[in-house]
């Protein structure tokens, strides 16, 4: 382990201009003109995990963007972690809000700043620099590897599940090791062990054949915008926070006690949250924590609103159309589908019959929790305490990765959540940034992680 280490200690600087180089690409999944952009990148990290050892290095073509494998398979009566990450991105919109430029990763002290560094780019880069060292050091891996990289992680992976269905002999493994996820907080490193689920859909109202002037027939023709609003309202109860869609919460899990008291033990300062992100007030269920209601309690939200006229100035009239993008975070035992359904039927059942209602489902995923007293992810708490000279944290996060539940369900084994980001972060958002200190300690946590699946479990 020493000559490892001291090969990380010396490889910092290489390995903080791989992620650069990789960061440059703008592999943006949810935009056709960068497509050429994804497959560059693609072949680029083929050629890499090929150049530090790793075998059958291969990017498969799929209907949409490639898959990256490789392998090495030599560690006899070890048990095989399979390393997932995903190469593409966000759109970096609204551009006039980066201070740097996305696609020019740029240092400014402990941060590095770039569309990707934390998301997903520079946290499973951290992986492939922890195989490096030990293919380096020793011309082995103390367990056997598998990395799989996809680039459609950002649009919801239409391709990775028929992937691993059609693949599953060369997918399975003993666990899956995943770096998407938050840290708690600045050096206190933790592990997420269950995530929230996701139905996503979109909303279209039709009134008038066409834009009305609002004074000729304001008053006596439909208005879809307001029609709109008032559907969306009768979902949600902004008091309460309760969701009213009925049969919401039929199929939901509460907290066991041990979970309650694992949420209640993290540390937490309302305080320190709301300035964080600038409000004055929380909102929600009041009879739950705020980390319940943002990790183990299901949600409505509206995530995008249109309808009418948006330019400067005024503008009088009845727009014809509006729109409205909307996500249900879901919490385990609720399906997505199941729940969109309800979403769906409830809006029809509430529209009035002077306009025309059209629900659009988009992705979904199914929630997720991990036994956190499971090998795997003791080990990982172990490598992590380690490095970071820290008790480990157990956390849910209230965000998605609809991958994790695919796992579970195709392959038949729980992920390790081993996140390296922050909260501040900024993913998804402009000036997306990753911290330099956490990128190298994160090396020596996964291979000290890669040497620790190694030993037996008593």
Known sequence: MDALISYLDSNKETHLEGLKEILRVPSVSTSPEHKGDIDSLAEHLRTHLESIGMESATVHKTPGNPIVTAEWLHAEDAPTVLIYGHYDVQPADPLELWETPPFEPTQKGDRLYARGASDDKGQSFIHVCAVEAWLATEQRLPVNVKILLEGEEEIGSPNLVPFLEENQSWCSCDTVLVSDTAMFGKDQPSITVGLRGL????????????????????????????????????????????????????????????????????????????????????????????????????????????????????????????????????????????????????????????????????????????????????????????????????????????????????????????????????????????????????????????????????
């Open 199 to 458: 139905a996503y859909l979109e909303v279209h109202v039709e009134g008038p054949s066409r834009d009305l002037h609002s004074g000729v027939y304001g008053g006596a023709a439909p208005n879809p915008a307001t029609i709109l609003s008032d559907l969306l309202s009768q979902c949600i109860d902004s008091k309460t926070g309760k969701v009213l869609i009925p049969g919401f919460y039929d199929d939901v899990l509460e907290l066991t006690t041990a979970e309650e008291e694992a949420v209640h033990a993290l540390p937490f300062s309302l305080d320190a949250y709301k300035d964080a992100i600038g409000i004055q007030e929380v909102v929600g269920e009041a009879e739950y924590t705020v980390h319940e209601r943002v990790s183990s309690r299901p949600t409505f939200d509206v995530n995008g609103l249109w309808g009418g006229y948006q330019g400067e100035g005024a503008k009088t009239v009845l727009p014809a159309t509006a729109g409205a993008k909307v996500s249900m975070r879901l919490v385990p035992n609720q399906e997505p589908t199941v729940i969109a359904e309800k979403f769906e039927s409830f809006i029809h059942s509430i529209a009035p019959d002077s306009v025309r209602v059209n629900v659009v489902h988009h992705h979904g995923g199914s929630p997720v929790v991990m036994d956190l007293t499971s090998g795997p992810i003791q080990k990982a708490a172990q490598a992590f305490k380690e490095v970071y000279q820290k008790e480990v944290f157990f956390t849910r996060e209230g965000g998605s990765i609809p991958i994790i539940a695919d796992f579970k369900r195709v392959l038949g084994v729980d992920s390790v959540l081993m996140g390296f980001g922050l909260n501040e972060d900024g993913l998804h958002s402009p000036n997306e940034s990753f911290s330099v200190e956490d990128f190298f300690r994160g090396r020596e946590v996964s291979a000290r992680f890669l040497a620790h699946m190694a030993t037996k479990t008593s």
